[in-house]
């Protein structure tokens, strides 16, 4: 019994007095795969529905021709026009973007010509349908010659892309496309394509104008040097009608026009004495010319070179008159200057020599038989562009005579000089027919 429990005694005492082992993590098994399951994805937002199927792009007839704009340099494309033949069926449009163009006149193509200053003409080929550049191609060549020498390279080098160019579809809209442009837009070219394919204000230059104007005028005269101070000054105030014309007839020389004015005095009341005796008075002026012109940016500067007579009479007594009589027949040579200000606005500024050929009645012997004379003109002015048929417009203007009347004893008027100046102004309409 003793015993039993002694051994009873030790083994509680080993227990007691041995450190508790810490228990030890069962290792995890090695996670097996789980299958991968799908995640449910996010319903996916409703696609806006598309837009209504537009019809294919209209491709060029297996048996037709493809129809072609030209624009740009009006120079070369007139030129590029002719020379193309017909390859391609033409249509006349307005300028403006390739693409915007197309889709107005259901073109397959359009070609923009131009001409560098460094005598290189261009044209690129843009397909009617969507804009595309289909090529392009480069001639040494100067403006007037570019168009006809660009058309067989074109043909040449691009006459399969032309062939196979596909025009807009019927009704489609055209994104970004301009408002149709007026008759003087122009689309010019850069090494980067279309540069400039909204109008212009740069107008362009019509074959036949014709203008009929009011022209109020005040003549005055007067003389240097009267040394007897029995010359008499001379003023009018009067009223005119005027009609000019400017006639462009050279196809290939659209920069060579001829021109003519005249102008007649109506409802004048006469030239009046201080003693309060009235003259008829006649006055009237014509000139027939020729000009050439040429665009520097959007300004065309001209040189004109004309012949004309400025008369001016009064029905005095002959044996009594009160001034002479004057029938001057000139020379001119001269400068105008077109600008555009604004899309409908035009400004002109001219100005000009008069070299004298003869005088009239100033170098009668009963006057000044030896007297000689120049004269100068000018003039500002701007337009309206009501259509691109009419104009309005208005402008002052100046003519100015001046001489030398180089006496001598026993001449029957003494004097050293004269002047004989027209200042007046005009407004009236300009027509272009069609």
Do not use: C
Not at 52 to 71: F, L, N, S, W
């Amino acid at each position: 019994m003793i015993g039993r429990a002694l051994l009873i005694a030790v083994v509680l005492s080993s227990l007691a007095s041995a450190k508790p082992r810490k228990a030890k993590r069962p290792k995890k098994a090695p996670a097996k795969p789980i299958p991968a399951q799908a995640t449910p994805a996010a319903e996916p937002a409703p696609e806006p529905a598309p837009p209504p199927a537009a019809a294919a792009p209209v491709p060029v007839a297996p048996t037709g021709k493809p129809r072609v704009a030209v624009i740009g340099d009006e120079v070369v494309a007139k030129a590029f026009e002719k020379a193309i033949g017909d390859s391609v069926e033409l249509v006349s449009t307005g300028g403006g973007d390739p693409r915007a163009v197309a889709a107005r006149h259901d073109l397959h193509a359009v070609i923009v010509v131009s001409a560098s200053g460094g005598n290189v003409g261009r044209a690129i080929v843009y397909q009617g349908s969507d804009g595309s550049e289909l090529g392009r191609v480069e001639v040494k060549a100067g403006k007037y010659v570019a168009g006809k020498k660009l058309a067989p390279e074109v043909t040449a080098k691009l006459g399969d892309k032309l062939a196979r160019a596909t025009a807009p579809a019927p009704g489609a809209a055209v994104a970004a496309a301009e408002p149709r442009p007026s008759r003087s837009s122009r689309a010019t070219v850069s090494e980067t394509g279309v540069t400039a394919s909204a109008p212009r204000p740069e107008r362009a230059r019509r074959a036949l104008v014709i203008s009929v104007e009011e022209r109020p005028f005040w003549r005055r005269l007067r003389y240097n040097d009267d040394l007897d101070r029995r010359l008499r000054p001379s003023d009018l105030v009067a009223n005119a009608v005027g009609i000019g014309a400017s006639w462009r007839p050279f196809q290939k020389l659209r920069n060579v026009a001829l021109v003519g004015r005249g102008e007649l005095a109506v409802g004048v009341n006469g030239s009046r004495t201080p003693d309060g005796t009235v003259y008829s008075t006649a006055s009237s002026e014509w000139s027939l010319g020729a000009g050439f012109d040429f665009g520097i940016a959007a300004a065309r500067i001209g040189i004109v070179a004309a012949y004309g007579e400025h008369r001016f009479a009064i029905g005095d007594e002959p044996t009594m008159e009160l001034v002479p009589d004057v029938t001057y027949r000139y020379a001119r040579g001269g400068l105008v200057v077109e600008a555009p200000l604004g899309s409908s606005w035009d400004l002109t500024f001219t100005a000009g020599w008069r070299q004298l050929l003869g005088l009239g009645g100033m170098r009668d012997d009963s006057w000044f038989p030896r007297a000689t004379g120049a004269g100068i003109d000018g003039s500002a002015g701007i337009a309206f562009h009501v259509t691109p048929w009419l104009d309005v417009q208005a402008r002052l203007d100046l003519r100015r005579y001046f001489f030398a009347m180089n006496p001598e004893p026993g001449d029957p008027w003494i004097a050293g000089g004269a002047t004989d100046q027209y200042f007046g102004g005009a407004i009236g309409l300009a027509v272009s027919p069609q």
